[in-house]
């Protein structure tokens, strides 16, 4: 059992910065793969960045490239997700996830794959 809980949220201006942190439970955290999603009104959830257990090997949608980092500190059980250069169609409810499976098909980066979810976080950017 993993509980997830998020925090870094809010308003900012076009170009500005926000740190997300999701804080995990689970003795073997540094195994998990760990997923940063999005869901913006009216529109589906999607990845926008995760950070494998395995060797820690990070992926990114093409829209965040760049502009985010994702990186894990496994001693505070802790992942972020560094969000500079923001524009406002970033703005959406940010969810931390973690997948304690061994995947073989392109590991942290299937939404179904999660097996833990945050409650999520809003961030709003304004132009």
């Known amino acids: 059992q993993v509980q997830l809980v998020e925090s870094g949220g809010g308003l900012v201006q076009a170009g500005g910065s926000l740190r997300l942190s999701c804080a995990a439970s689970?003795?073997?955290?540094?195994?998990?793969?760990m997923g940063w999603f999005r869901q913006a009104p009216g529109k589906e959830r999607e990845l926008v960045a995760a950070i494998l257990g395995s060797r820690g090997t990070t992926h990114y949608a093409d829209s965040v490239k760049g502009r985010f980092t994702v990186s894990r500190d496994n001693a505070d059980n802790t992942v972020y997700l560094q969000m500079n250069s923001l524009k406002p169609e970033d703005t959406a409810v940010y969810y931390c996830?973690?997948?304690?499976?061994?995947?073989?098909?392109?590991?942290?980066?299937?939404?179904?794959?999660?097996?833990?979810w945050g409650q999520g976080t809003q961030v709003t950017v304004s132009s």
């Open positions: 996830a973690a997948d304690l499976s061994k995947r073989l098909i392109f590991p942290g980066r299937r939404m179904n794959d999660y097996d833990y």
């Open positions: 689970g003795r073997t955290f540094s195994s998990y793969t």
